[in-house]
């Protein structure tokens, strides 16, 4: 491979693999608010418009697609270590360029075979792999350009083979619009792009370029930088060259298997720098320690046996991430009430260290533990004191974990006047449940919580809620912040000075507020109470002020304070 050559020439007769410890396809792509038909891709946009641009100019230089760098596997075949977000995405481009033409042309003529063949494949050989577990994927819908709808995407196992089809959805989208003529322009544009290459012979010096590279302005996550520097600590402390080979392999398959961790858990929405954390916590056993590289480096300075610091942190991050994963998907069987309720909260990271070491106690063991922490960590962002949490829970998370006593020092915490531990407690919390609440992500779980202990207990003709359900729901003011105009809103009506204030203290207390859905809320608006009434038929929640105002078509400031009471009760019962 030539330092300096085209795309097409470089991706010609030779196979590329993104190797499994590498990171997945991430170049984010959604669906546009504006119309739910259409895949808007991020990063992909921003390629596609930087190629438009440089047609645009009418530049006499070939475009510069940047610098890749490789790891030699054997004569013409290479892992690419640096740049497989960009060749994922002209692999792509090029496949929906080449789709479009032939849907013009009825077939693609012999200049265009000839560039599908050198950069997609030829005959059965292709020149580019992405990781194994998205490689069918690729294969089939990127290589083999087989048609799909924007609903299959949904359907993917992984979030990074989500992406590469919203990729692919996005630029067939795009090139639809353009004739031949724009066609040929932007293809040609890609396949005779500049880039440089550097290929090295093994890991160890992978690893020092990747540093190298990334230490003159690119900003990698701080995971793929601790992957790079525990590999280069094994590269400069391995005494022998087959203990080298043997940990560099370890520490690449346990990176393959938290990268497709990280894959599963982007739909959660789960931060891999809180996983991170989580990480190094269950390594240092210590609920309150702070991940930084500078705190590695000074472990490593002083461990006496390098090399088995850096296999052990290695082996507890992989382990974390597999905890995690296995946990958030145990949760998809809707079997565990507790898991949801942590999952549904959406900013558990201080639970996370606790999950990972319950990892091999039973389900109900973790469904137990998982509900105590997702009433703490509620009720400390519900009350937002400023004290730590991490501080009251350290002691019952350092050593062997005991489910029974991390429920316990939590149920104490609920009742205690111990000052250092009483910001926590039901007085505190009663406080705030019991005033003026803004329609906060804390408010919509309260509802949520509300609503599935209403399915349990209820006589059945709604579903429970699962924690995706709640991210499409919204919190809607019964008695709307601005009434609407007209004599027989529903509402009770405020005279005097204060009017305005004492109105909107009811209105933003919790008796005033439902859960529904977005759609839902977005065609009632500010209506009189009647016409919301009407409308109140798909949760238990709204049945339940059905029932409240049966007979009736107003909503009045008694309901609120009927309704505010029976939820403090609740959320202090069951929170």
């Known amino acids: ?73 054997d004569n013409n075949s290479y892992n690419i270590i640096d740049g497989q977000q960009r060749l994922t995405t002209v692999e792509i481009c090029i496949s929906a360029l080449l789709s479009r033409i032939e849907e013009l042309n009825g077939q693609l003529n012999d200049d265009e075979l000839t560039l599908k063949e050198d950069i997609l494949a030829r005959r059965t050989k292709r020149h580019f792999h992405t990781v194994d577990y998205d490689d069918s994927v ?31 959805f996005y630029l067939r989208n795009k090139f639809s619009k353009m004739d031949y003529k724009q066609l040929k322009t932007v293809m040609y544009a890609i396949a005779n792009a500049e880039c440089t290459t550097h290929v090295v ?68 929405h789960i931060d891999e720098d809180n996983i991170l954390l989580c990480a190094y916590r269950v390594h240092k056993d210590n609920l309150t320690a702070y991940f930084s590289q500078d705190e590695i480096d000074k472990e490593i300075a002083v461990s006496s046996d390098k090399i088995c610091f850096v296999m052990k942190l290695t082996d507890t991050i992989a382990y974390s991430f597999n ?25 558990f990271s201080l639970a996370l260290p606790f999950i990972v070491k319950s990892f091999a106690l039973s389900s109900e063991d973790k469904n137990n533990l998982s509900k105590a922490l997702a009433d703490i960590i509620a009720r400390n962002s519900i009350i937002g004191t400023r004290a730590v949490l991490e501080y009251r829970l350290g002691d019952v998370f350092s050593g062997v974990l005991s489910v029974d006593k991390v429920i316990d020092r939590i149920e104490w915490m609920k009742t205690t006047d111990d000052w250092w531990w009483a910001y926590w407690n039901n007085n505190a919390f009663k406080m705030v449940i019991d005033g003026e609440m803004w329609p906060s992500q804390s408010v919509k779980y309260i509802l949520w919580r509300y609503e599935n202990y209403l399915h349990r207990n209820g006589k059945g003709g709604y579903k429970s809620l699962s924690p995706e359900d709640l991210r499409a729901m919204t919190v809607e003011h019964i008695m709307p912040q601005t009434l609407p105009e007209g004599p027989n809103t529903g509402y009770d009506s405020f005279d005097g000075d204060d009017a305005e204030s004492r109105r909107m203290s009811y209105t933003n207390q919790l008796g005033n507020y439902i859960l529904i859905s977005s759609s839902h809320n977005s065609s009632i608006g500010n209506s009189s109470f009647s016409d919301k009434r009407n409308t109140y038929c798909y949760g238990y929640q709204q049945r339940e ?31």
């Open 323 to 347: 905890a995690i994963t296995a946990f958030v998907k145990l949760t998809e069987t809707r079997k565990y009430e507790g898991m949801e309720d942590l999952v549904a909260l959406g900013y």
């Open 545 to 575: 002020i059905q029932d409240m105002t049966l007979g009736r078509n107003n909503w009045t400031c008694a309901d609120i304070d009927k309704r505010r009471k029976k939820l403090v009760a609740f959320v202090l019962e069951n929170l």
């Open 201 to 268: 012979s093994d890991k160890s010096e992978a690893v020092q370029m990747f540093i190298f590279q990334n230490a003159r302005g690119k900003e990698p996550t701080k995971l793929e930088i601790l992957k790079a520097k525990l590999m280069y600590f094994v590269h400069i402390y391995a005494e022998k060259d087959d203990e080298r080979k043997n940990c560099l392999k370890l520490i690449s398959d346990k990176f393959a298997e938290i990268y497709k961790s990280i894959s599963i858990l982007e739909r959660y």
């Open 138 to 168: 690729f294969s089939d819908y990127v290589i083999e350009a087989k048609l799909y709808d924007k609903e299959f995407i949904n359907t993917l196992e992984t979030e990074s083979q989500r992406r590469i089809l919203s990729a692919m």
């Open 1 to 73: 491979m030539e330092s300096k050559m085209t795309i097409q020439a470089m991706l010609q007769g030779t196979e590329i693999y993104v190797p499994d410890y590498q990171r997945a396809y991430s170049w984010d792509s959604d669906m546009t608010a504006s119309d739910s038909a259409t895949i808007s891709s991020k990063q992909v946009a921003v390629f596609l418009n930087d190629i438009m641009d440089y047609i645009s100019f009418e530049r006499q230089t070939h475009y510069y697609l940047g610098h890749f760098l490789f790891e030699r596997r």
